[in-house]
């Protein structure tokens, strides 16, 4: 139909999650501004939220113009984050909301490209978001495909481009997504509030036969925390991961990959926990899980982690 | 950054000519032609400049009555052939500033949305230089048939499944009907090899484009329908084609291939006379030039092959 041609601007609505970390020192900010001034003119409207984790809250200082700022002393994480953007774009009806992390550098044709493929998949009611190749370290870490019952992955190779016809998982950052379908799945799940939120948002857009543009001609640089368990996971950052693994596969997932999942940990318990160079501390954090997973109910594993969520939002309410 | 020329997203006009091959039909009879005029009037005029060629191949000529205004005709009485047709329309797309060239047989059947999708396409690829053609998903009586891929050696094709839409990493093959190319690139490979003036000239093309290292767009969110002549042996071909499109495909190969896909086709060659004659039902008419092709390729050197198969074209062309 006539109205199906790409109506320009693409509205974006950007959030970068700030923790701990002043806007300007964030690489996702700058380079996100950055990349603003490459864009034609008339051909994207972009907004920024700085959605300020910071415990206690800090002093930010002078903001770029129309960057706006939210600060949310009692760390609700990347969901709330992420849910308290979507409600903005919808109200001032923007069509993308684009997710970034304070630590992700975006090259300075990002929005150019991220526009184009805005543009083309817009009219496509099927397809729900945009996925820019993720390379961490010099590896490629999103997005990726699963395999039945989640037992291999495989990552998209360098250079594609295009909706496959398989599943799409991506992670957060540097990740699009149309306002209007995210608000048809029910926004993120906030019981997943940092790990697997992405997960949980690739699931449901799954489940609900929507599909994701592979965008491989978009290079976007990330730093992931969790490939790099020495340094940067504490034992406390691992249990947390763990704890959110086993509620994703209770939660969304059926018997059949709670079993890939068992024998996922004993292979994390005995080989690869030791290959990555964890202490000890986190070989009994390793094993609880897996005691759990054979010993335990799904719905005595559910009810717990529910126990611990509502105790941690207790926890932050009385903060 | 690189430099960039600033105009507004929303000027950008899609500059497409359009040739529909014509061969003994009348232009109103073809349901290419319009199917093609509906698609016209379903564009906005002001984003789109759109030109239709019609190339007439009926030999001696034929009445075509009275044309839609804005409508080109050019009448080959000595049938040139596709290639033929499709260089001259090439020739006036360049000339007149065509971005675009879209090419078409007269029994192809377009959607009325066809040339809005299109567009959106073409504006997606437009900024990538290593993207050159469009292809949209064209099946022949419920079945597939275009676009796929080949696996090394030629050793088998596999038909991009009905809804994938991207830029695959792998060798694109799209019949000419209904792919679109940009004018450019055609130029730049000193477009269509008039030696396949009608059999494999669309395979000619593609593999010219993989050599280039150019890519092609799968859109298979555009589906056609199309008569493939070549597919019923029994209703829809002459043992004279059916002869033509052999020494084509023995001519392609010679030219392009190494010894590894000439023993492979030896084997197509032998599966065909054997095995897919008595399954289409061809007459013995068709077994004899199958027998000859299989006898050709094994006794005769690739020397041999080309020098007759070079005669031969001489010969037409001179006619």
């Not at chain 1, 939220?49 to 200082?61: C, E, F, I, K």
């Not at chain 1, 600060?71 to 308290?84: D, E, H, I, R």
């Not at chain 1, 009219?123 to 990726?144: C, K, L, N, Q, Y």
């Not at chain 1, 149309?178 to 799945?185: D, N, R």
Request: charged letters at 20%; hydrophobic letters at 40%; proline letters at 4%.
């Amino acid at each position: 139909m006539a109205d199906s041609f790409n109506q320009f601007p693409v509205r974006i609505f950007a959030v970068i999650v700030l923790y701990k970390m002043q806007p300007s020192e964030s690489i996702a900010l700058r380079t996100l501004l950055a990349a603003i001034p490459g864009l034609q003119s008339g051909e994207a409207d972009v907004r920024i939220l700085l959605y300020d984790n910071t415990p206690g809250g800090q002093t930010v200082g002078v903001l770029p113009p129309g960057v706006q700022y939210k600060a949310n002393s009692q760390n609700g994480a990347l969901s709330a984050a992420y849910n308290y953007a979507l409600e903005i774009a919808q109200n001032e009806s923007f069509d993308w909301l684009l997710t970034l992390d304070q630590d992700t550098t975006l090259p300075i044709d990002f929005l150019c490209k991220l526009c184009n493929a805005a543009a083309f998949v817009a009219p496509m009611d099927e397809v729900a978001a945009i996925a820019p190749r993720i390379s961490s370290d010099g590896r490629i870490v999103s997005p990726f495909t699963l395999m039945k019952h989640w037992m291999l992955l495989s990552y998209f190779p360098d250079g594609f481009l295009g909706i496959p016809l398989d599943n799409v998982y991506a992670i957060n950052s540097a990740f699009m997504i149309k306002v209007s379908a995210l608000k048809a799945i029910g926004g993120y799940d906030p019981r997943f509030n940092l790990d697997f939120c992405d997960l949980v948002i690739g699931h449901r857009l799954q489940y609900n036969h929507l599909r994701v543009f592979v965008a491989g001609n978009i290079h976007v640089e990330h730093e992931l925390s969790v490939i790099d368990l020495k340094n940067r996971v504490t034992p406390g950052r691992y249990e947390d991961i763990q704890s959110a693994e086993e509620a994703f596969y209770d939660e969304y997932l059926g018997r059949v990959e709670g079993i890939v999942l068992l024998m996922r940990l004993v292979f994390r318990l005995t080989y690869k926990l030791w290959r990555d160079g964890a202490t000890s501390s986190y070989f009994p954090v390793g094993l609880r899980f897996l005691l759990k997973r054979l010993f335990y109910s799904r719905k005595h594993r559910m009810k717990s982690w529910e126990q611990s969520i509502k105790g941690h939002s207790a926890v932050k309410a009385s903060l | 950054m690189p430099e960039r020329i600033q105009t507004d997203a929303n000027d950008r006009v899609f500059k497409l000519l359009a040739v529909v091959v014509l061969y003994k039909m009348k232009p109103r009879e073809s349901v290419c032609f319009n199917s093609l005029q509906t698609a016209i009037s379903n564009v906005q005029p002001e984003k789109a400049e759109i030109r239709v060629l019609l190339y007439d191949n009926t030999p001696g000529g034929q009445d075509t009555g009275e044309l839609p205004s804005g409508v080109q005709y050019k009448a080959d009485c000595e049938n040139g052939g596709l290639a033929r047709a499709y260089n001259y329309a090439l020739k006036i797309a360049q000339e007149d500033g065509f971005d675009w060239l879209l090419t078409m047989d007269q029994d192809t059947t377009l959607p009325i949305d066809f040339l809005c999708k299109l567009w959106c396409a073409a504006a997606f690829v437009a900024p990538m230089p290593d993207v050159a053609a469009i292809v949209p998903s064209i099946s022949s009586e419920g079945r597939v048939v275009s676009p796929f891929t080949v696996m090394k050696y030629w050793t088998f094709s596999r038909r991009i499944p009905r809804g994938f839409v991207g830029i695959p990493l792998e060798s694109v093959y799209a019949a000419n009907s209904g792919t679109t190319t940009k004018v450019s690139v055609l130029k730049a490979m000193g477009g269509y090899d008039t030696r396949f003036r009608l059999d494999l000239s669309d395979f000619v093309m593609n593999h010219r484009l993989h050599c280039h290292k150019l890519r092609v767009l799968v859109a298979g969110n555009i589906h056609l329908e199309h008569e493939l002549s070549g597919q019923d042996l029994k209703i829809r071909s002459t043992p004279g084609r059916y002869e033509e499109y052999l020494h084509a495909e023995e001519g392609f190969c010679d030219e392009y291939f190494g010894r590894a896909v000439g023993l492979v086709v030896v084997v197509k060659l032998f599966y065909r006379f054997v095995y897919k004659m008595w399954r289409h039902g061809g007459s013995l008419a068709y077994s004899k030039i199958a027998f000859r092709y299989l006898c050709r390729r094994v006794l005769l050197s690739q020397k041999r092959r080309m020098k007759s198969w070079k005669e031969l074209v001489s010969r037409r062309l001179v006619a």
